[in-house]
C-alpha cells in the first residue's frame, strides 16, 4: 500500500486529489496539510468525505511528511513549492509536484512569467514533465515530476500526434476554463455576480502557460515552435475546451490526419478519438480522460479538445503519474 500526504489539501486540486486516493484500492491518506490554527478533522471543512477520510489537516510539518508517506503531492501555489521540495526528493520521497515551479527548464522564462527568482534551479534539471502520453519511461524512472498545467495538457494532446511529424504550423489556441482553473482564492472577478452569463478573454500574449506549451512542442517537433495562445474564463464549475486552428504541409483528408491520432493514441487508456462529432465537455467532467475531435479542409484543420481541469488537468493525471512511478496499474482508482 502506498502512504500519501497531500501538502495543500483544502485547495480546489488538492481536495481533488485526497477523493482520488480515499478510494484508491493500492493507496492510503496518512497526512493531509493545509494552514489552520488547530488539527482539525478534514471532514468537519469537507463533510462530504465524512465516512471516507478521516485524517486530521495539520500544519505542513515536513518531519511527519517524511516519517508517514512514500508519495508526496505538492498541491501548493505557484512560487511556494519550490520552498520544500529538495527537502522531500533528497529525502527520496516520490514528489509529485502540481504547481508550475518545476516546469520550465529556463529560470530567466520562469522569472518573467511568474515573477519571482527560482532557489531550487538544480532540481528543475531533474524534474521529469509528467504527461504520460508523452513520457512514460521518463515517468517510470523517476520520482519527481512536474505535473502539467491544464491548459497545456489539453492543447498539447491534441497536438502531439501533428506536431511530431512535422505537419502543421501556424498553431491559434483558443480554449475556455471553467472558474476552479483559477483556484479557491477569493477574488472579485471570481463572484457569482461578475460571472454569471459572462465570458471574457485575459492574459493575451500574457499567460503563463505559453512557455510550458512551446516548450514541449518544440521538444517534440525538434525545433522551435511558437503559438498564439489566447484563455477565456467562463461561469460554469470545471472544465477546458480548446479550440486550436492551424495549417497543414499539404492537402490532406480527414480519414489520413486520423491515422496519425491513431498509431500515437491507439493502446492510451484516457485519450477517446472523437471521429462521429466535436467532443463534448460535459463528457469527460470528473474523468481522466481527454477526448479530441478534428476537421480538416485541403490544408487547413481545426482541431477541439477538451479534459477536466482538476482531473486530467491536475489531480488525476497526478494519480497517473504515481500509479506509473509505483508500478501499479495505470488507470487504478481512475476508472
Known amino acids: 500500500m502506498v502512504r500519501v500526504a497531500v501538502v495543500g489539501a483544502t485547495g480546489f486540486t488538492g481536495e ?9 484500492p493500492e493507496a492510503q491518506l496518512t497526512y493531509l496539510t493545509s494552514r489552520v490554527e488547530k488539527p482539525t478533522p478534514y471532514a468537519d471543512l469537507y463533510p462530504r468525505h465524512a465516512g471516507t477520510v478521516d485524517l486530521n489537516l495539520e500544519n505542513l510539518d515536513a518531519d511527519q511528511v517524511i516519517e508517514r508517506a512514500d508519495v508526496v503531492f505538492l498541491s501548493l501555489p505557484h512560487t511556494v ?26 529560470p530567466k522564462m520562469y522569472e518573467k512569467f511568474y515573477k519571482v527568482v527560482h532557489t531550487d534551479t538544480e532540481n528543475v534539471k531533474n524534474a521529469v514533465y509528467g504527461l504520460p502520453e508523452l513520457n512514460r519511461e521518463k515517468i517510470k ?4 515530476i512536474a505535473n502539467p498545467g491544464c491548459y497545456p495538457t489539453v492543447s498539447t494532446l491534441a497536438l502531439l500526434p501533428l506536431v511530431k511529424a512535422g505537419l502543421v504550423d501556424n498553431i491559434i ?13 477569493a477574488k472579485i472577478e471570481h463572484h457569482y455576480v461578475h460571472l454569471n452569463e459572462n465570458l471574457y478573454a485575459y492574459k493575451v500574449f500574457a499567460h503563463q502557460h505559453v512557455p ?12 522551435k515552435q511558437e503559438i498564439i495562445f489566447t484563455p477565456h474564463v467562463v461561469g460554469f464549475e470545471r472544465g477546458i475546451y480548446a479550440t486550436i486552428y492551424a ?15 491513431e498509431n500515437m493514441y491507439r493502446n492510451e487508456p484516457f485519450i477517446r478519438l472523437r471521429k462521429k462529432a466535436m467532443p463534448q465537455l460535459a463528457d469527460v467532467r470528473h474523468t481522466n480522460f481527454c477526448d479530441i475531435g478534428i476537421a480538416v479542409k485541403g490544408r487547413k484543420i ?3 479538445a477538451c479534459i477536466d481541469n482538476l482531473m486530467k488537468g491536475a489531480a488525476s493525471q497526478a494519480v497517473q503519474n504515481m500509479n506509473i512511478i509505483h508500478g501499479l496499474g495505470e488507470t487504478t482508482g481512475l476508472m
Open 16 to 24: 481533488q486529489i485526497v477523493e482520488i486516493i480515499a478510494t484508491h
Open 81 to 106: 513549492s519550490f520552498q520544500f521540495a529538495p527537502l522531500f526528493v533528497k529525502n527520496g520521497k516520490t514528489v509529485i509536484d502540481l504547481s508550475a515551479d518545476y516546469r520550465l527548464r529556463d
Open 141 to 144: 524512472a523517476s520520482k519527481f
Open 173 to 185: 489556441i483558443d480554449a475556455i476554463s471553467g472558474i476552479s482553473g483559477a483556484g479557491r482564492s
Open 212 to 223: 510550458e506549451i512551446e516548450q514541449t512542442l518544440s521538444d517534440v517537433a525538434g525545433k
Open 247 to 261: 495549417d497543414l504541409a499539404k492537402d490532406f483528408l480527414p480519414e489520413d490526419v486520423w491515422a496519425f491520432y
Open 302 to 304: 481545426v482541431i477541439c
